[in-house]
Every structure is written in structure tokens, then in C-alpha cells.
């Protein structure tokens, strides 16, 4: 699961993709806000919702740490044979999708 900048969801809260609960997104996007690393804006059409978009610092940051992730997914994958890393993410991926 990847999330971008520019991803919207109408249909269900992103957090729930990524199994936080509500509390733990708050905290989070409350730090990286106090980071300069977010905005947030109440949605024009439903004044519940918060849109959050990633600041120029925010997407310089995701560009730095990018490598970073790439390396380690790397290293932690590199045992497995192609077959095997193809079929641990489609069973991660069945995990998050609640299958």
C-alpha cells in the first residue's frame, strides 16, 4: 500500500487502510503539521472532514526518505526468490484489503 499526496478517498477514512485507529492518526498528523510537513483544510462540501496536502518541505522530505525505504525493503526482501516476494505481497495486500 502506498499512499501519494495527490490520493483521495470519498468512500472511507485513509486511515483505515492502514489499520490506525482515529487517535493515532490525530497524533500524527498534528506532529508532522507542527513539522511544516502538512496542511490541513476543513473540506468545502463536508466541514467534518480535513483535506491534508504534503507542503513543499513535506514532499522534499518523502523524496529524501524514499531511497531510504527502497534500501530497506530491499535488504529484507533480497532472500526471497522472485515467486516468494510475489506471493508475500499479494498476501500482505490480501491483509489489507481484509481477505
Given amino acids: 500500500m502506498r499512499f501519494h499526496a495527490s490520493r483521495t478517498r470519498a468512500d472511507a477514512p485513509a486511515f483505515t487502510e492502514v489499520d490506525l485507529d482515529r487517535s493515532t492518526v490525530a497524533d500524527l498528523v498534528r506532529r508532522m503539521e ?3 510537513l502538512i496542511v490541513r483544510q476543513r473540506d468545502a462540501e463536508d466541514a467534518r472532514r480535513n483535506n491534508v496536502t504534503l507542503t513543499e518541505l513535506g514532499l522534499a ?9 527502497e534500501a530497506a525493503d530491499a ?4 532472500p526471497l526468490s522472485e515467486g516468494d516476494l510475489s506471493a508475500l505481497r499479494r498476501g500482505l495486500q490480501g491483509v489489507l484489503e481484509g481477505g
Fill in 34 to 36: 507542527r513539522r511544516g
Fill in 75 to 78: 535488504e529484507l526482501t533480497s
Fill in 61 to 69: 522530505e518523502r523524496q529524501r526518505l524514499r531511497p531510504l525505504v
